[in-house]
């Protein structure tokens, strides 16, 4: 069975930093991706950053670019969301997802059930 969870998230001020993390298994991909995506109420659900295994390639979304540095563990399946200066906008549940590359959202395979991050002003 496959299995994706996060864990991580909590509160903090605008401005602070949180790192989240991502533990995938029970997968058969040769090489796969892990993506974050995040979803604030009343909002679509939005890509953030995702990382490739096979030759470690990063994307970002524009709004996190410069803030936000994912990366990742091969050996433990694990993907770490460091996430700097973080912005009141920046609130949302965070939704780790798998997949055998990275894409939309709707295309990814695997989702963990998420985890809040809640930003203060």
């Known amino acids: 069975e496959v299995q994706v969870v996060e864990s991580g998230g909590g509160l903090v001020q605008a401005g602070g930093s949180l790192r989240i993390s991502c533990a995938a298994s029970?997968?058969?991909?040769?090489?796969?991706?892990i993506g974050w995506f995040r979803q604030a109420p009343g909002k679509e659900r939005e890509g953030v950053s995702c990382?490739?295994?096979?030759?470690?390639?990063?994307y970002y979304a524009d709004s996190v670019k410069g803030r936000f540095t994912i990366s990742s563990d091969n050996a433990r399946y694990t993907v770490y969301l460091q996430m700097n200066s973080l912005k009141p906008e920046d609130t949302a549940v965070y939704y780790c997802?798998?997949?055998?590359?990275?894409?939309?959202?709707?295309?990814?395979?695997?989702w963990g059930k998420g985890t809040l991050v809640t930003v203060s002003s």
């Open positions: 997802a798998l997949s055998n590359f990275c894409k939309t959202w709707r295309a990814m395979d695997y």
């Open positions: 029970g997968f058969t991909f040769d090489d796969y991706a």
């Open positions: 990382i490739s295994s096979s030759d470690g390639r990063t």
